[in-house]
């Protein structure tokens, strides 16, 4: 049986920088809280947890004093780093430089659409800890936006600055920009920001390729990663024969009847690790 791991799949850069830092730290200290899971995929948590690294709510986090704390790849809102400062927390922040600039810009848009009784919009996951943190770049006045049926909460008569969560599918995010720009009142200003990190994007060419050349897909991310949520459903348009997985665990040998070729891939926040510990289950039950 064939079988080959698409090397475009796996972390991204951000989180690659993320754990690379907790991993630092933690050969200094052998205590190292993380505000929310450092990575949506709960084998790698796992992982990390058994060096060292405790994976906290917000609700811990404002009850902490004198410690470490590592603020992972999404980032966090203003009042994170002011509670810190008052409570001699050690910030290791692992912000992504692309969500960092992101959260530059929408807090320089909300200065600028305030003094104008304007409106900052964001496309994205309600209660994602991205959308949170850029949500707190607007003292969590954003109009957060899910799809287009949210588009009513928009005052089209007023102005508006459109931002995306890194994450979210281009098309999406275009379409939305396109019925807002249609039904903004004449002679309103109206911002478009394409902020969709080209390197998630990016993924979904490729993966489309990938998965159209193997009679069985096996889509390895956890349960909890909204990317992997969205690059399953290409794969499975495109590949209907595929399989969600989180762990060596749920795959069902019966999958595998009248298969010669397996695709393995997963999302931005799957290790490569984990694909490889399914490439070798293939290997030992079916060579």
Request: glycine share 6%.
């Amino acid at each position: 049986m064939k079988v080959e791991i698409d090397r475009n799949s796996g972390f991204c850069f951000g989180v690659i920088n993320a754990i690379k830092a907790a991993e630092t730290e933690l050969k200094k200290t052998d205590k190292l809280y993380c505000l929310g899971d450092i990575v949506h995929n709960g084998k790698e948590v796992a992982r990390l947890e058994k060096l060292g690294l405790n994976s906290i709510s917000k609700e811990k986090y404002f009850t902490l004093k004198n410690c470490k704390v590592l603020i992972r790849a999404h980032g966090e809102p203003p009042e994170t780093y002011e509670y810190a400062k008052k409570n001699n927390i050690e910030l290791i922040d692992a912000t992504c430089p692309v969500v960092l600039t992101l959260q530059e810009k929408v807090k320089h848009s909300y200065d600028k659409r305030h003094k104008e009784d304007g409106q900052v919009v964001i496309f994205g996951k309600k209660g994602h800890a991205e959308i949170v943190g850029l949500n707190g770049q607007t003292k969590h006045n954003a109009i957060i936006v899910e799809n287009t049926n949210d588009i009513q909460k928009i005052d089209m008569t007023r102005p508006v600055s459109l931002y995306a969560q890194t994450t979210k599918p281009i098309d999406q995010f275009k379409e939305i920009a396109g019925i807002i720009t249609e039904k903004i009142k004449p002679n309103v200003d109206v911002e478009i920001k394409d902020t969709i990190c080209r390197q998630v994007s990016n993924r979904v060419p490729n993966l489309k390729r990938f998965v159209a050349r193997f009679d069985l897909i096996l889509f390895v991310a956890g349960k909890k990663s909204s990317n992997g949520q969205y690059l399953f459903s290409v794969s499975k348009k495109e590949n209907p024969n595929s399989h969600f997985i989180s762990k060596i665990e749920e795959i069902n040998k019966s999958w595998f009847t009248g298969v010669s070729t397996v695709g393995i891939c997963g999302a931005t926040s799957t290790p490569n690790w984990l694909m490889e510990q399914v490439e070798k289950w293939i290997s030992d039950n079916f060579d």
